[in-house]
């Protein structure tokens, strides 16, 4: 089994993952009740389907009993250019770097998919599940068991040779392969991810409230957002990259090597005038293939006004008096809102 994981890894290379580690599925006792009290503190916000299926989410043996290995692989997407300089450009969109051209889910799956076929070749007789942020599996403990990296105190996973610029995938399988050791903790004293928070979304260090999140904000948050967070979101679109871009870690951060991660050149501070008056088809074709895509052109649009709201360009205003009375409530309000600071 040793010679078959390391022949693994040289498959889980070729396909472009820069690392790989494993672990048994019931790796991550504390995970529950890390979950648990997350849960119960109301910290998930609207995202109700992190408290359906806990036991799965908590004890990954529950959720496949015959899984003995859980396979955790990392993929790199590095940005080219620092992403905090995008956010001078008030007038401009900053969209997250990971949202920046092709929709990761489909870019990982077929990797995983890839190195599961391989090993299922190797091991006839035995199965596999591939997962990529779409099921109840807690990747990042998972990752930290699997020695990948640890949690650090954004709660988002660190490395000591990738950074924290890079997706996880999950393979679970039959096969039982020998485990690696779990990660430590390597954020010392440093308090850099905290401090740059926009929003203090970070009660203390290791945890995060959701809400007052700007990835959670402008992604998973339906309708209006609450008026004190809104002047906090600057010109942030769609996701938040702040406390990933400060971290130390990343300077032994490697280059990615998928070309479909680098930005398309129109998602790079675009005009946030041009995306306001994105109708639905329109919202549809500039982010087809996109993870943009699946909240919709009213929320992006609402997003979009909360940043024309946080511009101080009373040139926007026009297109934002255009939007007043728009089909969705939430818009409307948007950009009210929007008019209102710019006077």
Same mark, same amino acid.
């Given at each position: ?13 070729? /396909? ?10 019931? /790796? &991550? ?7 648990? %009290? ?9 995202? @109700? ?8 989410? %908590? ?11 859980? &396979? ?11 992403? $905090? ?35 299922? !070749? ?39 040779? $990738? %950074? ?19 990660? /430590? ?10 401090? &740059? ?21 402008? &992604?998973?948050?339906?309708?209006? #957002?609450?008026?004190? $967070?809104?002047? *906090?979101? %600057? ?10 871009? #400060? ?30 008056? *994105? ?16 909240? @919709? ?17 009373? @040139? $926007? ?8 009375? !728009?089909? !969705? ?8 809102? /929007?008019?209102?600071?710019?006077r």
């Amino acid at each position: 089994m040793s010679d078959l994981k390391a022949a693994l890894l040289t498959e889980a290379r070729a /396909a472009g993952f820069a690392k790989m580690g494993v672990c048994r599925p019931d /790796a &991550i006792p504390q995970a529950a009740g890390r979950l648990a %009290g997350f849960v119960e503190g109301g910290r998930h916000g609207q995202m @109700g389907w992190m408290a359906e299926r806990m036991g799965w989410r %908590g004890d990954p043996a529950a959720l496949w009993p015959e899984a003995r290995s859980v &396979i955790m692989l990392a993929e790199v997407y590095t940005p080219d250019a620092d992403p $905090l300089e995008a956010l001078t450009h008030r007038d401009r969109a900053t969209i997250s770097v990971y949202a920046q051209n092709r929709d990761y889910h489909d870019l990982v799956k077929k990797r995983l998919k890839r190195v599961g076929r391989w090993l299922l !070749d190797q091991a006839p007789g035995h199965q596999i599940k591939v997962f990529v942020d779409t099921a109840p599996v807690m990747e990042k403990p998972l990752a930290e068991a699997a020695g990948l990296g640890w949690q650090g105190k954004h709660t988002n996973l660190l490395s000591r040779d $990738l %950074g924290n610029w890079f997706f996880l995938g999950a393979i679970f399988t039959t096969v039982d392969l020998p485990p690696d050791t779990p990660e /430590a903790e390597h954020c010392g004293s440093c308090t850099a991810c905290l401090d &740059i928070c926009p929003t203090d979304a970070f009660p203390a260090p290791f945890q995060l409230d959701a809400r007052r999140c700007i990835s959670y904000l402008t &992604i998973e948050h339906k309708g209006p #957002v609450d008026a004190d $967070l809104r002047p *906090l979101m %600057g010109n942030r679109i769609y996701g938040c990259d702040d406390c990933l871009a #400060v971290c130390p870690w990343n300077k032994f951060a490697q280059t990615a090597t998928e070309m479909r991660y680098a930005a398309r050149p129109e998602l790079v501070s675009p005009r946030l005038v041009d995306l306001a008056r *994105l109708d639905d088809a329109g919202f549809r074709a500039l982010f087809a293939g996109s993870p943009i895509k699946r909240i @919709g052109r009213d929320r992006f649009v609402r997003n979009v006004l909360y940043a024309i709201g946080n511009s101080a360009d009373a @040139g $926007l205003a026009p297109v934002a008096q255009s939007l007043t009375e !728009d089909a !969705d409530a939430t818009v409307a309000d948007a950009a009210r809102w /929007a008019v209102e600071r710019l006077r």
